[in-house]
């Protein structure tokens, strides 16, 4: 495909309303659309939350009759089917649209592919691919459940210079400023699912919840907790939304939790611990597209030897907390440098006085 200066600035206007619904999407994508002729642009959209109009719904109530004969350009593939709302390739076609581009196809097996095969079948002219892997990179764990491969996971670790997350005592409070403290917030509130383990409940009493400002939706809690060993007084567990406690299917959870708030999800065992793999389909299967694991070295150290983890979201702060201090990752001890885990790296940003880095891990075989 060939495609003009005009087609890349409406795209990349689409991506940028995508990105409003970073925070209300779930389990939905990302979505945005621009309507545009003659080098104008006549309407804008994006889906802002899960059962509320798509992107294309909105751009095309903005431009009216002015659509008849324009380009939609689409961040993801035109849906084809009834959902919670109804398909968009046929508001596209009765409003008279004479052009799609669209960024990437769905890979959600009821659209992948139908949704541009029901547009050519009404006589639109089809384009894809325009600004793909930006798209994709938008809804990453939208992409990666809906090909079965689970959520897509990322790590966020607050840690000093010397790579320490706490003193030996557990104190953490606080490693990083308040404007990276804010930043995390966001990447929690984007996120599907935030999963800790039971060793972060019992010493620190997370809340794990969104306290921003406006906040549309919370996300679900997850706790690890092969042994059922969470208090049922944790602070976590009083909070608005929903709560699930992971534990191994062969033991019994006490009574009292539950009875408790939280849902109680029965997981195969993986020696003495829970079976990570499992944990993730069980998310997958509930459409969680994104988890962010908020927990201590034992579990952020599991995850990236059952290479589950997909990015590591790092906020580094200038200081030092020196001999004893605990560390992010518990795994190994490695027999040799053949095996360490490579880092690709994809940002780097100033948060206030801290680092933000974000990386992915290299496993070799992906």
């Known amino acids: 495909m060939s495609w003009d200066a005009f087609d890349h600035r409406c795209m990349a206007e689409a991506l940028r309303l995508a990105r409003r619904g970073l925070d209300g999407t779930h389990p939905n994508p990302r979505v945005g659309c621009v309507i545009a002729r003659d080098g104008r642009v006549l309407g804008r959209g994006w889906h802002a939350f899960a059962g509320g109009p798509h992107a294309e719904i909105g751009a ?57 095969r029901q547009l050519r ?9 325009l600004m793909a892997a930006a798209a994709e990179a938008l809804n990453a764990g939208f992409f990666k459940r809906m090909r079965g491969q689970g959520p897509w996971v990322r790590v966020k670790l607050a840690q000093s210079l010397d790579g320490r997350t706490a003193l030996a005592s557990g104190q953490s409070q606080w490693i990083t400023g308040e404007a990276a403290r804010r930043d995390v917030q966001a990447w929690r509130a984007r996120a599907s699912a935030v999963l800790t383990g039971i060793g972060t409940v019992r010493a620190d009493d997370p809340a794990l919840n969104v306290r921003t400002p406006g906040c549309r939706r919370q996300p679900l809690r997850v706790i690890a907790d092969s042994r059922w060993q969470t208090p049922p007084a944790a602070h976590t567990l009083s909070l608005e939304g929903e709560v699930l406690i992971a534990g191994r299917a062969d033991l019994e959870a006490p009574a009292a939790l539950a009875a408790g708030p939280a849902e109680l999800l029965p997981l195969p065992a993986r020696g003495a611990h829970l079976d990570l793999r499992a944990l993730m389909q069980a998310l997958a299967a509930r459409e969680v597209n994104e988890v962010q694991v908020e927990a201590g070295a034992t579990l952020c150290g599991a995850l990236l030897e059952e290479r589950l983890v997909d990015e590591i979201l790092l906020y580094q702060a200038p200081l030092l907390l020196g001999a004893g ?20 790296w994809l940002e780097q940003v100033r948060v206030g006085r801290d680092l933000r880095l974000r990386l992915r891990p290299d496993y070799g075989d992906r």
């Open 60 to 116: 095309l109530e903005e431009a009216g009759e002015g659509a008849r004969g324009a380009t939609a350009y689409v961040s993801l593939e035109p849906c084809s089917h009834h959902g919670r709302t109804a398909p968009c390739t046929a508001a596209l076609i009765e409003a008279g649209i004479a052009r799609v581009v669209s960024a990437v196809r769905d890979p959600n097996p009821s659209v992948d592919g139908d949704g541009e």
């Open 325 to 344: 201090a605990r560390d992010a990752f518990r795994f190994g001890p490695l027999a040799s440098m053949e095996e360490r885990v490579p880092l690709q």
């Open 121 to 129: 079948d009404a006589g639109v002219a089809v384009e894809s691919g």
